[in-house]
């Protein structure tokens, strides 16, 4: 009885948690304009979108700014994460986790503000009058990604053995080859996941590009917002739904590579 | 040994840099813009204008507190069944919580508006029993349930990855010196569960206090602070008073910010026992 009760709250609990997403995946499948009355099947508002040239430039905008902040994120962040586990100064240590958690505490829309009104002031320096471009966007998803990978990379630093690199050292290699070819291959787990998660939450960021970009960039969150301010069609949930899955199939694969990396690591 | 600390501060220094030039610099901006009024000169202006914005702080509060509350109380059963579940399974369940977060916060805020409105689903379907439709959005129970739908798996994660970590044969023990269900609850679980629910608090408490698309979409005229600063910024072009309520939500949340901590710190002394 009592798990019978337990199951019930289970089921309940994910049939709200799915609720609006199957409700979008069913209505972009609709053939009238609505989105809260059902008239019948139909593929349009998927055709619609792919012919869209709008949406597509902003898919394309998407994902050149989540791999291009990602890249960078991964490098310098990675270099980061290194020097801050190498640090000595407990000071100085404990005030950069501090900036690094900074990004991830801060509300978004406070640091989306601050970033706007920091591109703003200097912009009006150099007396250009429209200062917000992809650039301003691109520095602000750089700046909301660092932590991200950092926090990836240093976990796999504290647990890889110290010796290994410098027994490398002690064999003659430099310390860059030492870097590179035993420290960077045992890390390297904690750098990918780092760059997807990087990549991911680029992907998805409304609210900070919302104050960091110029007119002439729009991204796909972005897009959407603009499209909900009106009544929407359902090419909104057909754009959504194609997001959704390719979410989808991007989790599944990362899920799969990491039960197959803890299999090998129980074979070991 | 010098070389070695020479390539050390080429490897952090890009980091420094980007830090101290696009997380601090623009902290001090904000304060700077807080303080003085659209020529740049110094004003109290902005600061003193906060009062008219009291109600707007207090309900943003208010609300968002009870969804976090509210979030808390459905997360920790929650995370306690799943955690009782075999290994597969917990894997699959949170996953399922998760998945739903990889969904834009703006299209899920949006089909909810369809769910709820005066002619949405749930209307729809009263009205073929003849039932008058009823008004939900607009309503401070949809914003807070906006913030409950989108902000939940923030407070079922943290719960869970303690809950998981609570080893059986610490309850069996407490079970065979004698406990009840209750006296392992309030003497193992909700102990060793503190840090979780903590984290969990306050990862649901920032974005709720923060947000504007969802009282936009599911609260008609209700205005919170994340409204009252996009309205500032992105309508009125008032960058000063943007920056100073920007300003004390910052300030409010890292106070909050640090009692938790401090009320973690003291909670985590208790795990030792």
């Known amino acids: ?21 199957l409700v979008m995946v069913f209505f972009s499948f609709n053939e009238a304009k609505s989105t809260t009355v059902f008239t019948g099947f139909s593929l349009k508002w998927y055709a619609e979108l792919f012919s869209s040239s709008d949406t597509m430039t902003a898919l394309r905008n998407t994902l050149v700014l989540a791999v291009t902040s990602a890249v960078i994120a ?16 407990r000071a100085w240590k404990a005030s950069l986790d501090m900036v690094t958690n900074l990004p991830m505490m801060n509300p978004e829309i406070v640091t989306g503000v601050s970033m706007m009104l920091l591109f703003v002031f200097v912009g009006r320096l150099i007396g250009a009058s429209n200062s917000l471009s992809f650039g301003t966007l691109l520095i602000a998803h750089v700046t909301f990604n660092l932590p991200y990978v950092i926090l990836n990379v240093l976990p796999k630093l504290n647990q890889t053995d110290p010796h290994l690199a410098e027994a490398a050292l002690d064999l003659g290699s430099t310390p860059m080859e030492a870097f590179f070819k035993v420290t960077l291959p045992s890390i390297m787990p904690g750098i990918v996941s780092g760059m997807i998660m990087a990549f991911t939450m680029s992907l998805d960021d409304f609210v900070i590009s919302y104050y960091t970009t110029g007119s002439d960039f729009q991204t796909l969150p972005l897009k959407i917002f603009a499209m909900t301010k009106k009544t929407v069609k359902p090419d909104m949930y057909a754009l959504s739904s194609v997001i959704f899955l390719t979410v989808l199939v991007l989790l599944l694969v990362v899920n799969i590579s990491q039960i197959r990396q803890e299999k090998k690591d129980q074979g070991k | 040994m010098k070389k070695k600390s020479l390539a050390q501060q080429i490897l952090g220094a890009p980091y420094i840099l980007w830090s101290a030039l696009f997380v601090i610099v623009p902290l001090v901006i904000v304060v700077y813009y807080a303080f003085t009024d659209a020529e740049g000169a110094f004003t109290l202006a902005n600061v003193a204008k906060l009062r008219e914005y009291k109600e707007v702080f207090m309900i943003s509060i208010e609300y968002s507190f009870i969804a976090t509350v509210i979030c808390l109380l459905v997360s920790y059963p929650f995370a306690y069944l799943m955690s009782r579940k075999k290994g597969a399974t917990q894997r699959i369940m949170m996953m399922l919580v998760m998945l739903p977060m990889w969904m834009n916060l703006l299209i899920r805020t949006y089909s909810w508006m369809n769910i709820l409105e005066k002619n949405g689903l749930i209307n729809n379907f009263l009205g073929l029993f003849g039932i008058e439709p009823l008004k939900m959005i607009g309503t401070p129970g949809a914003v807070i349930f906006g913030m409950i739908y989108n902000y939940i798996p923030y407070m079922i994660l943290p719960i869970y990855t303690v809950m998981s970590k609570i080893d059986v044969s610490v309850l069996e023990a407490a079970e065979d010196l004698g406990s009840n269900s209750f006296s392992k609850l309030r003497r193992i679980i909700l102990p060793m569960s503190m840090p979780g629910v903590i984290s969990g608090f306050t990862m649901v408490f920032v974005p709720s206090v923060s947000t504007f698309y ?11 602070i994340g409204d009252a600063i996009e309205k500032q910024i992105q309508s009125l072009y008032n960058y000063n008073l943007g920056a100073a309520l920007s300003l004390v939500l910052m300030v409010m949340i890292l106070i909050c910010m640090a009692l938790m901590k401090k009320f973690a710190g003291d909670s985590n002394d208790g795990l030792i026992m």
Do not use: C
């Open chain 1, 1 to 21: 009885m009592k798990k019978t009760l337990g199951n019930l709250f289970i089921a309940l609990i994910y049939i709200i948690l799915y609720a609006p997403l």
């Open chain 1, 74 to 89: 991964t490098v310098i962040g990675t270099a980061a994460a290194v020097y801050m586990y190498k640090l000595r100064s």
């Open chain 2, 214 to 224: 969802i009282s936009q979409k599911l609260g008609g005229k209700i205005m919170l």
